[in-house]
């Protein structure tokens, strides 16, 4: 199969990072969640007092942090500074300042460089999760995708998520996911938005197993057309199952 870039976008909890990690592992490809590196970031500057809120504070850091993503999709890292920071960008406090710190125009500009580098260096090709990388980051991918789900599923998946490590209330969950797809969607620079070649799956009533087939078909189907080659035929779930097992939803 040719080296492909596979771009898929989405809101939280439509199984946006759980179908990219199984599909990047079962094709063989990189996988890179960007999400991972907003957030990290945006660590970064909770924990050196830059006040989030004023832009202009975040802006002139924006440059500071070093950030480094690993792109094995069986067990990918990012470090901040040298240090593993893949617990404590995941609390509730990044959660809740994430979007903030990421529609500063110098952080976009600043991650989506980065990101583009380490696209560029996948020889072997990759799977780029994240909300505008379609749109923005790799405009010209070979497969773009546009993962959906209803926010009553999603609050659902996320509260599971979230179980054992924050509160886990389906309706506060549901609001707090409204909220950041507002942010998300209305801020000025790279918003979240369906790049108008994406595919779009809707994933509410899909298993991860269903959404993963569906889009190991479609880039498949992308490689095929890449090479000038006829569609190869479906994988047997020997073939499907081997790496993509490794992943656990």
Known sequence: MSAVIVAIDGPSGTGKSSTSKSVAAALGLSYLDTGAQYRAITWWMLSNGVPVDDQAAVAAAAGKPVIVSGTDPAAPTIAVDGADAS???????????????????????????LQRSIAAEAAGGIVVEGRDIGTTVLPDADLKIFLTASPEARAARRSGELKGKEATDVSATREALIKRDAADSG????????????????????????VVECVVTLVDEAAAAKDG?????????????????????
Do not use: W
Request: aromatic letters at 0%; charged letters at 35%; a negative charge.
């Open 229 to 249: 080659r006829d569609a190869p035929a479906e994988r047997t779930d020997g073939e499907k199952d081997e790496k993509a097992g490794q992943i656990s939803q």
């Open 187 to 210: 801020r000025k620079t790279s918003p979240l938005k369906k790049a108008d070649d994406a595919v779009e799956v809707d994933t509410t009533e899909l298993t991860l197993e269903q």
């Open 87 to 113: 617990v404590p960008i995941r609390t509730e406090e990044v959660t809740a300042a994430v979007s903030a710190v990421s529609a500063v125009p110098e952080v976009r500009t600043r991650i989506t460089a």
